[in-house]
């Protein structure tokens, strides 16, 4: 079974940062892609930013700037840099592995338990 263990949440002033950890555990071969979503209670979960196998990205527009996603393949980890953090980033964020190879075969799409991020005075 394919785990997702986040870490690096908590409470920072506005113009602060954080940075997240999410790091996969499991008998993985290959992940395509990891991500990060957000989702303050009663609304929808969003994208925050995405990264490939291949080094591609993706961010929400109101982090463009501002957040920085990276893995390291050799740990099964990814990253997120979170500067000059803002109110409105106050959120659950969630990681994401999509497109996980393990021993047996292709596996479904794997969610982090959440971590929380509270940007206030």
């Known amino acids: 079974q394919v785990q997702l263990v986040e870490s690096g949440g908590g409470l920072v002033q506005p113009g602060g940062s954080l940075r997240l950890s999410c790091a996969a555990s499991?008998?993985?071969?290959?992940?395509?892609?990891m991500g990060w979503y957000r989702q303050a209670p009663g609304k929808q979960r969003e994208l925050v930013a995405a990264?490939?196998?291949?080094?591609?990205?993706n961010y929400a527009d109101s982090v463009k700037g501002r957040f920085t996603i990276s893995r390291d393949d050799a740990k099964n980890t990814v990253y997120l840099q979170m500067n000059s953090l803002k109110p409105e980033d106050t959120d659950v964020y969630y990681c994401?592995?999509?497109?996980?190879?393990?021993?047996?075969?292709?596996?479904?799409?794997?969610w982090g338990q959440g971590t929380q991020v509270t940007v206030a005075s």
């Open positions: 994401n592995a999509a497109g996980i190879l393990d021993h047996t075969g292709w596996i479904d799409d794997t």
């Open positions: 499991g008998s993985i071969f290959s992940i395509s892609a």
């Open positions: 990264i490939s196998s291949t080094g591609s990205t």
